[in-house]
Each structure stands twice: as structure tokens, then as C-alpha cells.
């Protein structure tokens, strides 16, 4: 009997401590869990920070997926960074408001909203914050482009960032059909070839020409498109300078260094 009473006694005091470290909240909990919501409805429900991201994908017809089943990962730009985008463009005042914001999707390209919107999501992979690292993210977007990560710290803060420019200003809502996290910054897919991107860059004239008479600017300047699969490249392009301290200031120079 004494037994019994003894691992009754256990088994009360087991219980009431596992009931009180279920009340305990820890602190160091970063993920915003919301158990009734797919990404899109929580979207269109905190229209005071998404509603110009929830028209882009409504004009474009994407809303829809984002608000099926599924596992994705949504990094959403919010009103003020859309704010911050247009005025630079010089579409509305730097004090516009929400209304005036969405009345400028209003009258954007809907194929160019398209692949836009398709660039901050994910799909088939549901990536929270504690499986970033530094560097290309594992799964292309929607648009086929790959989004980077990368974080360092500043007045003794870490900023995280998307594309080396978009930093993260709330990170791990957790939803019905995956993750989402907003941006302060909207970022572009990248449009630009490589011998492109290399021939606007200043300094790299002998570097560019060269790629255009050896016909491997034609070769690498390809267009990205969603509808086909995109061959990626490493590319180390070295600058006028670097070539000068090596004897050549010119195409023809590099013909007669390695002509043999």
C-alpha cells in the first residue's frame, strides 16, 4: 500500500511540473504562429502592412495558390517598403498613402507583376529562419531565380538580409501552407545577362570585348525565363586594371600574350 500511495505521489508531482513548464513562455521564441491562416488570408487580414502585396498577387492571379494547401515560403515586401519603391520611381510622393500605393498597381504591367510577384515565393520548401545561411538559398523562387541570405551585424545589431540589400523586418510567421517574412526593401529579378551585367560595369572594357570576339558574349547572353530550365554560372571577370599590370591594355594584347 505504501507502494502505491508512494508512486501516486511521483506521478502527482510529475504532472504539475510538466502542467507548469507548459505555462512557461520561452524567451527566446521567434516564430509568430497563426493556426487558422494560409499565407494569402493573412495577408489580406494585416492589409495595413500587405495590402499592396496582396493586390499585386490578386491583379495577377496568384493569390490563389497562396491561399491552397501546400508548403511555401513568402518573403512579402510591406506598404512602407512599396512606399520607398514607387516614390523613387517617381510614381507617387514619399508620404503617399495606402490607397494612393494601390492605385499605382493599379495601372503597372500585369505580365511584369507576374514575374515580380513569383520572385518572393518559394515552392515545396518551407524555410524558417534557423535554416538560413549564408549565401544562395537551396530552392529557386516561383520566378526561377535564387534569393541569397546574408547577415552581419551593426551598432552591435544583426541585420539580415535577402539579395545583399532587402533586410528582413519580421521573420518566422508560421502559417497554414508555410512560412512568410517581410521586407523592408522591394527587390527586382535580375534581368541582365552576365556579358551584359559586366559590360556596364566601368573598368572592364578589354574584359567585355574580348568576350564579344571570342563569341562567348553571344554564348552566356541568354535570357532568363521561368518557362525553361536556366544554366547558372560562376564567372570571375578581371578589370582593365588588373590586365594593365600584366602588359595588356587591349584585346590584341592578349592574342599576342597567349597566342602560344
Not at 535577402?162 to 512568410?180: F, M, V
Request: a negative charge.
Amino acid at each position: 500500500m505504501k507502494t502505491i500511495k508512494y508512486n501516486l505521489l511521483w506521478a502527482l508531482i510529475i504532472i504539475t511540473g510538466l502542467a507548469t513548464f507548459n505555462r512557461c513562455e520561452y524567451p527566446y521564441e521567434s516564430t509568430t504562429v497563426t493556426e487558422d491562416l494560409l499565407i494569402g488570408e493573412y495577408l489580406e487580414e494585416h492589409a495595413d502592412t500587405f495590402s499592396v502585396f496582396a493586390k499585386i498577387l490578386q491583379e495577377t492571379g496568384n493569390m490563389a495558390f497562396l491561399k491552397s494547401y501546400g508548403e511555401y515560403t513568402c518573403f512579402a515586401p510591406t506598404n512602407n517598403a512599396f512606399r520607398d519603391y514607387f516614390a523613387a520611381k517617381e510614381l507617387v510622393g514619399e508620404s503617399a498613402s495606402n490607397v494612393e500605393l494601390l492605385n499605382v498597381v493599379s495601372t503597372l504591367n500585369d505580365d511584369e507583376l507576374t514575374d515580380f510577384v513569383r520572385f518572393y515565393v518559394i515552392k515545396g520548401d518551407t524555410i524558417n529562419s534557423e535554416l538560413f545561411i549564408d549565401g544562395r538559398m537551396n530552392t529557386p523562387t516561383m520566378y526561377g531565380q535564387y534569393l541569397t541570405y546574408n547577415s552581419d551585424f551593426e551598432d552591435g545589431q544583426l541585420v539580415e538580409r535577402i539579395n545583399k540589400t532587402a533586410i528582413i523586418e519580421q521573420k518566422d510567421i508560421s502559417l497554414l501552407n508555410g512560412i512568410l517574412h517581410s521586407l523592408k526593401l522591394v527587390i527586382e529579378p535580375e534581368k541582365r545577362t552576365i556579358p551584359q551585367y559586366i559590360e556596364e560595369q566601368e573598368g572592364y572594357t578589354i574584359f567585355s570585348e574580348a568576350l564579344k570576339q571570342t563569341g562567348l558574349y553571344d554564348e552566356l547572353n541568354v535570357n532568363h525565363s521561368p518557362e525553361r530550365d536556366t544554366v547558372w554560372y560562376t564567372f570571375f571577370a578581371v578589370s582593365d586594371e588588373v590586365l594593365a599590370t600584366d602588359g595588356i591594355n587591349s584585346v590584341e594584347d592578349i592574342g599576342l600574350k597567349y597566342a602560344n
